[in-house]
Nanobody
């Protein structure tokens, strides 16, 4: 049972990237997925949450209007489309599955509520 994030890279300010979070060993449509990022010297922060159907999505203020989550349950994969990237978006990005639940209520971006983490993928925004 694992998650694997990919798609990171280096991009200029204003550019776009799409990250993928591929699940194996479980059916991702049965679970909400959270996206997190960790910038150098900063704590890991939650930036997005999407339910199994995609009907409910939550975004952190820092990325709202620029980032969009989607999922292709046939491919067992969740995506994070990142547009209008800024240098402040430079971080290692992670996807995660909630701990002991298929979906969450309340604070859906709390790192402590997630128990299965993929390895991170690095995103660097620089001119």
């Amino acid at each position: 049972v694992q998650l694997q994030a990919s798609g990171g890279g280096m991009v200029q300010p204003g550019g776009s990237l799409r990250l993928s979070c591929a699940a194996s060993g479980f059916t991702v449509r049965n679970y909400a997925i959270g996206w997190f990022r960790e910038a150098p010297g900063k704590e890991r922060e939650g930036i997005g949450y999407i339910t199994g159907t995609g009907a409910t999505q939550v975004y952190a203020e820092a990325v709202k209007g620029r980032f969009t989550m989607s999922r292709d349950n046939a491919k067992n994969t969740v995506y994070l489309q990142m547009n209008s990237l800024e240098p402040e978006d430079t971080a290692t990005y992670y996807c995660a599955r909630p701990r002991n639940a298929h979906q969450l209520a309340g604070n859906r971006l709390s790192m402590a509520r997630y128990g299965l983490w993929g390895q991170g993928t690095q995103v660097t925004v620089s001119s």
